[in-house]
């Protein structure tokens, strides 16, 4: 999709029709190869159901369900998804610029303990609106500082970004801890260390005539602004150039190292947001629960959607649904919980092998070659 | 995984308690709205790790599935559930897809603000949840809390460890520094002194619920500075006994029976027993009955016992955990002042009721105690 788009056919205004096709058969490939490999993986999955005697069409039947059979599931499902858009943008930026970055954790954490922390002092001394825009910038920026310091890692000192984000993750939630156990802990609350709660007057509320809350709606636009900067700005065609091909970008004159933290801190800032929303609109305060595992689930999310901006956003959907029929599938076919864990794991592994897949198609190629980078 | 806050409560014995004591026990203030529903009780309970941990999880598990068997019950469950809206949205689901007519929350974070919210949006569902958090004046009327006082259990522990120790020093893991963990350190305290004067309890905290190379680290430096029985306050005892069992040191359990885990040097340990509770519910839904919005206790209302001996204990010590939990049941208090805490500030001036709402902001370490909660 994207990178077809670039293609250097596409500037001349006497080829635009031609280009069309290219662009629409390649985008074909991008769709159906992905849905290809989620059939294979659910039947993987009803297999192996069959082999511990489980109906795979109830299993199927449930999901549906449970994840979008109903006006209550299908509020469930978004409400479950709206965290990972964030956290998955968290990693498809990164990766566009050819970083695997698994930081999404640490900088919710430390996101949504900035926000829930630079609140307390404003506190029925600064209205709502404000106070929550000031969180919200504080959970960006120090979320977008943590990632950011990771990719500065990497191309300053050559460290792998991989591990160095993972490590982060931990040491920001013992940052948290740290606090919250600490200084800023909320006395009147003997058993559960937490910072002194936002109270419902600075809560965001929910998306009007539904259960969901607003991180949905940003996570949603924030993903198509990011896939503008990424396809349509000369800054998201340098990064992709560094992503493909770093020494070629440097020999450019590309400005790696800046582009490198800036998509880096995009990122730390986009898991940052999804922290301020667990602050500002579901937990209301800052305690161990912000680390409830949405940056990690946001990696699987992004690699699901071949960090496309875009299609993160269905495919967060997609895992909330599955997510969301989890509990009705551990309640009426009696499995554990790993049960939904299994397939979304078979669903990774399957979406990985299907990579090979790509170019290999002729029925996906137009007659003018369409190089994707 | 799971970071349970409150204390982890344990369940052990499959065996079915009649106690209806249980709903009756600590509960004032009864809810004015009643389900009355012609077929049978449907109970949803949510936890926040596995149903197989060895611990908190496995101890409510195992007191569901005690239900089960109850003509008229059903039960559905549902593991793994994090402290945020995942909860929400589970309870919701259980009520909307399954009919539930309770709703039990054995999580911490489960309580606010998710469990306040739901019960304010489903006023005829009742919803209970397993930490003292629930106030009348704050609350909705439909919402409730349960608990246990485990620190008599650990009592009971530390009057049996008394008579077990040769060095007199007993060690203690405790996962994080707060009101309830500091309750069971400091009344197993109190047990072992009450047995034996020189026993001193020398504690390490953790940091975190399950934390399991801190904790088997943990066990090998009090075992290393002379310590001779080792309990514990974390998720999973099962680290801690069996590394206290490799050790050659006794051990108290925590949560639920790990005496499987240390045939050696089981002595006994704390428990829940929250069959007591959840069978008293299902029976007064099935009546029709209102359920209290409070329910709590220990002894004196069969909600906490201890495990059986194990290899350990020595009829000396037997004898004397015997006695103490019909001290117990009698409510023969565990604070008696004046008493100091490790820093020498009189913090308990008198003697208190077991029960008394001053032991439940406890922040201190008692004279006795070994250790720091800073």
Partial sequence: MTEATFDATAVSPSNARRDFIVRLRSSAEYIAIPVFALVVSALLFSLFLAAIGKSPVEFFELVWRGGFGTAFSVQNTLQRAAPLILTALAVAIPARIGLITIGGEGALVLGGFASA???????????PLPTLLIMAMAGALVG?????????????????????????????????????????????????????????????GKIPGTDVHWGLAAGIIIAILLHILMTRTTFGFAARITGGNARAALAQGLPVGRLIVTCTAIAGACAGLAGFFEVAAIQGRANASLAAGYGF???????????????????????GGIVASGGLIQRRMDLPDATVLVLQGLT??????????????????AATTSDRT | MSSLPVQRFHISRRRFLHAAGAAGAAGLLTSTSQIARAAGVTIGIVYVGPRDDFGWNQAHAVAIKALKGVAGVKAVEEENVPETDACAKSMESMVNLDGADI?????????????????????KVQFRHAAPLWDATKHPKNLGSYFGYLNQGHYVDGIAAGLSTKSNKL???AAKPIASVLSNINSFMLGARKTNPNAVVQVIFTGDWSMPVREAEAVNALVDAGCDVITCHVDGPKVVVETAEKRGVKTCGHNASQAPLAPKGFITGAEYKWETIYKGYAEKLAKGEALPNMVAGGYDTDMVQNTPFGAGATEEARKAATAAIADLKAKKPIYVGPLKDNKGKLVIDKSYDNYDPYLDQMDYLLEGVVGSIT
């Fill in chain 1, 117 to 127: 922390a630079i609140a307390i002092p404003m506190l029925d001394r600064v209205p």
């Fill in chain 1, 144 to 204: 977008g500082a943590w990632v950011g310091l990771a990719g500065a890692l990497r191309h300053y000192r050559g460290v792998n970004e991989t591990i160095s984000s993972l490590l982060l993750t931990y040491i920001g939630i013992a940052i948290m801890n740290f606090f919250v156990e600490g200084a800023l802990r909320d006395l009147t609350n003997p058993n559960k260390p937490s910072t002194k709660p936002l109270g419902d007057a600075y809560m965001i």
């Fill in chain 1, 348 to 365: 990774f592994v399957v979406l990985l092998v299907s990579e090979t897949l790509y170019g290999r198609f002729a029925i996906f190629k």
């Fill in chain 2, 103 to 123: 709703i039990l929350g054995t999580s911490f974070g489960y309580f606010s603000p998710f469990m306040v919210d739901l019960a304010k949006k489903y006023p």
């Fill in chain 1, 297 to 319: 689930t946001g990696i699987l999310v992004s690699f699901l959607a071949r960090h496309n901006p875009v299609a993160i956003i269905f495919v967060a959907i997609m895992f």
């Fill in chain 2, 171 to 173: 060690g203690f893991v």
